[in-house]
Structure formats: C-alpha cells, structure tokens
C-alpha cells in the first residue's frame, strides 16, 4: 500500500523556524511532484508550496514566499518543507501530497494530487 508521510511538526514560538518532511512507501517519489497543503480550523485545505520534478521550479503561495522553502533530498527519498519566520496564523495542519497532473495552475487543486499524508500539526505560539 502507497502511503505518505509528513514528520517533523510541533510547536515553535513566532519568529521561529520547523522542517516538515515528507517521505513514501512503496512509492518513488523522486518521479513524482509533491505539493505541501496546510489547513487551518474552520477553512478548508489549502496549497502552499510545490516542489516539481526536473528542472520545473518551485512554486509557492504569496503568503509563504520568502519565509517557506522546498527542496528534494535524494538520499534521504524526502521531499523536506522549511519554513522559517513562522507567524502564528501559519498554525494549522500540514499535509504533503504527490501527483503527476499537476503542472501550471493545476498543482492548487486538491483533485489533482494522487496520494496525500495523514497530515501533521504545526502550531506558532508565544
């Protein structure tokens, strides 16, 4: 069975930083592209940066550029998010995900992705 996983939330004062990673069984991830997702209470899931494959770049929501970046570790088979200068309303769930049809606008549609994490907490908080 295909499943991803994220690792490495918690909780980390504003200002500070956390490195998710996401890695996968049964599953070469460094073929496919993987999205990170974050869903706060009370609003549905949203994507906030996407690493492609090749020489695709890396894409990132406006709320995110600067502070949050990708990248793919090979020999580790992780696709690793860092997010520094967190802010608290960057608290919520983050998921990764990983597809193959998700290229141009089409990597912001939940549908698009194939297989998703179960998700792990990041709350920022004094």
């Known amino acids: 069975q295909i499943q991803l996983m994220e690792s490495g939330g918690g909780l980390v004062q504003p200002g500070g930083s956390l490195r998710l990673s996401c890695t996968a069984s049964r599953l070469a991830l460094e073929r496919y592209n993987v999205g990170w997702f974050r869903q706060v209470p009370g609003k549905g899931r949203e994507a906030i940066a996407y690493?492609?494959?090749?020489?695709?770049?890396?894409k990132y929501v406006e709320s995110v550029k600067g502070r949050f970046s990708v990248s793919r570790d090979n020999a580790k088979k992780s696709v690793d998010l860092q997010m520094n200068s967190l802010k608290p309303e960057d608290t919520g769930v983050y998921y990764c995900?990983?597809?193959?049809?998700?290229?141009?606008?089409?990597?912001?549609?939940?549908?698009?992705?194939?297989?998703w994490g179960q998700g792990t907490q990041v709350t920022v908080s004094p």
């Open positions: 995900a990983a597809g193959r049809d998700t290229y141009g606008s089409a990597w912001y549609m939940l549908r698009n992705w194939m297989y």
């Open positions: 690493a492609g494959t090749y020489d695709e770049p890396d």
